[in-house]
């Protein structure tokens, strides 16, 4: 079992930058692929960005690469998510998740069998 916790999400105005973070307990930090979700109201999940076993293999979602970057600290079992240039699109519910599945893409949020809470982000226009 691993328990996931997110904090860090608020309400911020366009164009500003946000820092989301997620702390993991109760397995080896290591051994989980990790990753950022997000769902608005109404809308499907979406995979933001995903960080693998290493910390070397990277991938981001289509609607945030360039703006976003994702980063794990494996002292503090921690996975963070940098937003800069937020935009109102980019206002939904974040969802930290763990994964120990390797044979299903990292995109696919199928693929995690452990999921936090959520941090609400709102971007005021």
């Known amino acids: 079992q691993v328990q996931l916790v997110e904090s860090g999400g608020g309400l911020v105005q366009t164009g500003s930058s946000l820092t989301l973070s997620c702390v993991a307990s109760?397995?080896?930090?290591?051994?989980?692929?990790m990753g950022w979700f997000r769902q608005a109201p109404r809308k499907e999940r979406e995979f933001v960005a995903s960080?693998?076993?290493?910390?070397?293999?990277?991938l981001y979602g289509d609607s945030v690469k360039g703006r976003f970057t994702v980063s794990r600290d494996y002292t503090k079992h921690r996975m963070y998510l940098q937003m800069n240039t937020v935009q109102p699109e980019d206002t939904a519910r974040y969802y930290c998740?763990?994964?120990?599945?390797?044979?299903?893409?990292?995109?696919?949020?199928?693929?995690?069998?452990?999921w936090g809470q959520g941090t609400q982000v709102t971007v005021s226009s």
């Open positions: 998740a763990a994964s120990l599945i390797t044979s299903l893409p990292e995109r696919d949020p199928t693929a995690y069998g452990y």
């Open positions: 109760g397995r080896t930090f290591g051994d989980f692929v």
């Open positions: 960080v693998n076993y290493n910390g070397v293999g990277i």
